[in-house]
C-alpha cells in the first residue's frame, strides 16, 4: 500500500524559509513523478511542482519559480520542497501526489501540511 506522508510545514514570517518533506513508501518509485499541491482557504487547488524520479528532471509553477526548489533522496524515498523568500500568499496547505509517469492523473495523495507565511 501506497503511502506518502508530510512533513515540515508551520508559522514563519515573510522573507523566510520552509523544508517540506514527503516520506514514500509501499512501492519503487523508480517509474513515477512526484508533485507538490497546494490549496490556500477558498481557492482551487493548484499546482506547484514536480519531479521525475528516475531523472530529477523539474518543473515549476511560474508563482515560485526561483523560490521554491524540489529535489528527491532516492536512498530515503523522500521528496522535498525548499521554499525560500516565503510571501504570505504562499500560505496554504501543501500536499505531496504521485503517478506513473505518463499517467493523466495523480494516484496517490498525502494528507497535507500547513505553511502559514506572517506579513
Known amino acids: 500500500q501506497v503511502q506518502l506522508v508530510e512533513s515540515g510545514g508551520g508559522l514563519v514570517q515573510a522573507g523566510g524559509s520552509l523544508r517540506l518533506s514527503c516520506a514514500a513508501s509501499g512501492r519503487t518509485f523508480t517509474n513515477y513523478v512526484m508533485a507538490w499541491f497546494r490549496q490556500a482557504p477558498g481557492k482551487e487547488r493548484e499546482f506547484v511542482a514536480i519531479?521525475?524520479?528516475?531523472?530529477?528532471?523539474?518543473a515549476y509553477a511560474d508563482s515560485v519559480k526561483g523560490r521554491f526548489t524540489i529535489s528527491r533522496d532516492a536512498a530515503k524515498n523522500t521528496v522535498y520542497l525548499q521554499m525560500n523568500s516565503l510571501k504570505p500568499e504562499d500560505t496554504a496547505v501543501y500536499s505531496c501526489a504521485a503517478k506513473v509517469a505518463g499517467d493523466p492523473s495523480y494516484n496517490y495523495w498525502g494528507q497535507g501540511t500547513q505553511v502559514t507565511v506572517s506579513s
Open positions: 519531479i521525475s524520479w528516475r531523472a530529477g528532471s523539474t
